[in-house]
Structures are given as structure tokens and as C-alpha cells.
């Protein structure tokens, strides 16, 4: 039997890939592995399954931190998450935190580290 989802989701090194004939399709979206054995759906940094998105529009205020209720994804429902920043640069900066996530819905800290206010849109 094949495990179809892995909890935590975890990345393959280059080295792993080598040694087991990998081909990464961008276009459909899945990796290869062993000749065509195994299909993976890749995923990225900022796709529907690992992110969350606010809520509602939210003006966050010089140099103050707020706690932001964000929409999570169905599949980690009634479950543990990890928050964290994105690699790309947000006006705001994103404080780690374990979450627990009840009716699709949790909360973030943000800290705007600014000298004026920063509007956040809705789904950001």
C-alpha cells in the first residue's frame, strides 16, 4: 500500500531525486518517481493547501502588533499548524506560532514594523 497524503509534508533532496530517476512536471503539477512507479502532487509555497488568507480588510497601526483571524485550509481543519512568514516580503511581519485550526478559521500576530499605517486586503 501507498501512503496518498503524508503528515507533516516533507521535502526530497536533489540527491534523493538523482539516485531514484525523479522527473518534476510543472505543467501537470507532480513529480515521478522510480520510472513512472509513483506520482506525488507537488505543491508551493503559496497554493491553497498551505496557506492561509485574511478574512477581512485590516489596518494594522505604526509600529503595533495585532492578532488577525485567518481562513485555513479544509484539509488541516481540527488540526496543529505551523504559522509562518512567506519567503516573498510582506509590509508586515508574520510572528511563528503554533495554531490550533477550528472551523477553518485561527489566528495570526502581525507586527507592523513601519513608521505609518498598513492596509491589508481581504484574502492577502
Do not use: W
Amino acid at each position: 500500500m501507498i501512503a496518498k497524503e503524508l503528515q507533516p509534508r516533507f521535502l526530497l533532496g536533489m540527491d534523493f531525486l538523482s539516485a531514484n530517476i525523479a522527473v518534476a512536471s510543472f505543467k501537470t503539477g507532480l513529480l515521478s518517481l522510480f520510472d513512472d512507479l509513483i506520482h506525488i502532487k507537488m505543491h508551493s509555497f503559496c497554493d491553497d493547501t498551505n496557506c492561509v488568507t485574511l478574512s477581512r480588510r485590516t489596518c494594522v497601526q505604526p509600529f503595533s502588533e495585532m492578532l488577525l483571524q485567518v481562513k485555513t485550509p479544509k484539509n488541516v481543519n481540527n488540526k496543529s499548524v505551523l504559522l509562518e512568514n512567506l519567503p516573498h516580503q510582506l509590509p508586515v511581519a508574520v510572528g511563528k506560532a503554533l495554531a490550533f485550526c477550528k472551523n477553518n478559521k485561527t489566528v495570526c500576530r502581525v507586527l507592523n514594523y513601519n513608521p505609518y499605517v498598513v492596509a491589508l486586503k481581504k484574502g492577502l
